[in-house]
């Protein structure tokens, strides 16, 4: 059996924890024999990216799951990363119609040139399915006021990894995401304080007793949520439910073999101070 590593090198979301990086909006690498993806490089992937030990240009694939800043504003970056600084076509990038095309209301928010970059440039909806290295993806359908958005299943050998992306309750949210072995949810609010387009801690609750992984991951908090305390929403979510879930903190690893193992970073310094985490490698 292989391993699987996965580095959340945010856990913030939304406008105002991206604009204050009460939490970093980073986004999530994936490692594994065969890929090393980053998904979702929102403001400051490139530098946490670097501050974890985790080189960007060894990269081979770049998701963009919406065209909203938290997610996309570093992916130019990484995908020059990833194509040595523009001189090799190589890797993937896959990300939502409205990155790649635009939308009614936004032009494309990772440039012609860009796009043109890697070795692969995917349009993703839900079902499509794609490979990088040697594990299938596949995008998953979510409603959220960007009408394209997508999340993702990631299928490793040594299981699936579902991630949300930013999306409300609606019937069936989880269709992709059931029997997934980890689910990642973008729960930007807390319990009792609903927003539009976004999921709360009670949403959370619904979907993980639906999809019944083998551990759910709480992330991408907006600043109620972080005000609200996300551990305490994380084990709300657990008695709810009988599922083992944990809250992401900025620099969270896990790795997934046969076993689950969670570690968290030895320095958790959540605000903007690169001088006091660069070098931590967590
Ligand atoms: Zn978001
Ligand atoms: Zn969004």
């Given amino acids: 059996m292989g391993q699987v590593k996965v580095v959340f090198l945010g856990s913030g979301g939304g ?32 530098v946490h990216s670097w501050g974890a030990g985790l ?3 060894k990269i081979n694939g770049v998701l963009v799951s919406h065209a909203h800043p938290d997610h996309y504003t570093d992916a130019e970056v990484l995908v ?13 990038l896959a990300a939502a119609k409205s990155v790649l095309k635009g939308s009614e209301s936004i032009d494309p928010v990772i440039s012609r040139y860009h796009q043109s970059l890697p070795r692969l440039t995917v ?4 079902g499509t399915k794609f490979e990088i290295g040697k594990i299938a993806i596949f995008g998953a359908e979510a409603r959220h006021s960007d009408v394209g958005t997508v999340g993702f299943r990631i299928e490793t050998d040594v299981g699936s990894i579902g991630y949300t992306s930013d999306s409300e309750f609606y019937e069936d949210v989880c269709r992709s995401h059931r029997d997934v072995r980890v689910l990642i949810l ?10 539009r387009g976004h999921m709360t801690t009670d949403d959370a609750i619904e979907i993980v007793n639906d999809a019944k992984p083998e551990l759910a991951v709480l992330t991408h908090f907006g600043m109620k949520m972080i005000l609200r305390g996300p551990d305490d929403e994380a084990r709300r979510v ?17 790795i997934l073999d046969d076993t689950i193992g969670i570690s968290q970073p030895k320095i958790q310094n959540r605000r903007l101070g690169l001088d006091r985490y660069l070098g931590n490698d967590g």
């Fill in 238 to 254: 657990n008695k709810e439910t009988g599922v083992d879930v944990i809250a992401a903190s900025d620099g969270m690893r896990m």
């Fill in 55 to 57: 080189d960007p240009r």
């Fill in 15 to 46: 406008r105002f924890a991206m604009v204050t990086q009460k939490r970093r909006t980073a986004g999530i690498r994936f490692l594994g024999d065969s890929f090393d993806v980053h998904l979702d490089p929102g403001p400051g992937a490139l």
């Fill in 123 to 126: 349009d993703v909806e839900g």
């Fill in 186 to 195: 973008c729960v930007l609010r807390p319990s009792g304080e609903p927003w």
């Fill in 80 to 92: 020059e990363a990833m194509t040595a600084g523009a001189t090799r076509r190589r890797g993937v």
